[in-house]
């Protein structure tokens, strides 16, 4: 069975650190794209980074450059999140997704984790 | 940057009937790049259209979807109960980052 599973979230502070993780099981993880979305309470869905198969590509949305870092270990089929200096408005269930895509297809995120739980407040 | 806009916000119809959801894109996009995701209350999104018209794996094909350009609809036909929801489309781009649609709220009758 094809599973993401996330950790890691919680209640912090503002301008402390988090790390989040993503489990995955039942598939070849290296052959995925991996990524980050998150959801503001009763907001839409906002894409927060990807990273590429090979760990070599990886891209942020404009908002999130700087503060954020993703990376993933494929020996070990997880993915990571690194979110620096939390704001309020970083409060939010953040799911991890996997992606296949080549230079001219995008075949859409299919497996999604349950999310975590971000809450920053003082 | 590439912004979507979906149409209506909210959407109320009952079982049986048709649903239309519109997403527009600020620039003419490839459609090869825009999918459809379905999100309940409490869960995560699942997909249903990649490619503006592939159906993803196990959804009925009562969902279909279309377009080129900047326009795209997702069409959901014999509405059922357990479509209600929140429909999102998204844009898939290597730079800038892709994004989603605000969402459009199916409020089944």
């Known amino acids: 069975q094809e599973q993401l599973v996330e950790s890691g979230g919680g209640l912090v502070k503002p301008g402390g650190s988090l790390r989040l993780s993503c489990a995955a099981s039942?598939?070849?993880?290296?052959?995925?794209?991996m990524s980050w979305v998150r959801q503001a309470p009763g907001k839409g869905l906002e894409w927060v980074s990807y990273?590429?198969?090979?760990?070599?590509?990886?891209n942020y949305a404009a908002s999130m450059k700087g503060r954020f870092t993703i990376s993933r270990d494929n020996a070990n089929k997880s993915l990571y999140l690194q979110i620096d200096n939390l704001r309020a408005e970083d409060t939010a269930v953040y799911y991890c997704?996997?992606?296949?895509?080549?230079?001219?297809?995008?075949?859409?995120?299919?497996?999604w984790g349950q999310g975590t739980t971000v809450t920053v407040s003082s | 940057e590439i912004v979507l806009t979906q149409s209506p916000g909210t959407l109320s119809l009952s079982p049986g009937e048709e649903a239309t959801l519109s997403c527009r894109a600020s620039?003419?996009?490839?459609?090869?790049?825009v999918s459809w995701y379905h999100q309940k209350p409490g869960q995560a999104p699942r997909l249903l259209i990649y490619?503006?018209?592939t159906r993803a794996t196990g959804i009925p094909d009562r969902f279909s979807g279309s377009g080129s350009g900047t326009d795209f609809v997702l069409t959901i036909n014999r509405l059922e109960p357990e479509d209600f929801g929140v429909f999102f489309c998204?844009?898939?781009?290597?730079?800038?980052?892709?994004?989603f649609g605000q969402g459009t709220r199916l409020e089944i009758k």
């Open positions: 997704a996997r992606f296949r895509a080549t230079g001219f297809n995008f075949y859409g995120m299919d497996v």
């Open positions: 039942g598939f070849s993880f290296s052959d995925f794209y």
């Open positions: 990273i590429r198969g090979d760990t070599f590509y990886t």
């Open positions: 620039l003419s996009v490839s459609r090869n790049y």
């Open positions: 490619g503006a018209s």
């Open positions: 998204q844009l898939y781009s290597g730079s800038p980052m892709g994004s």
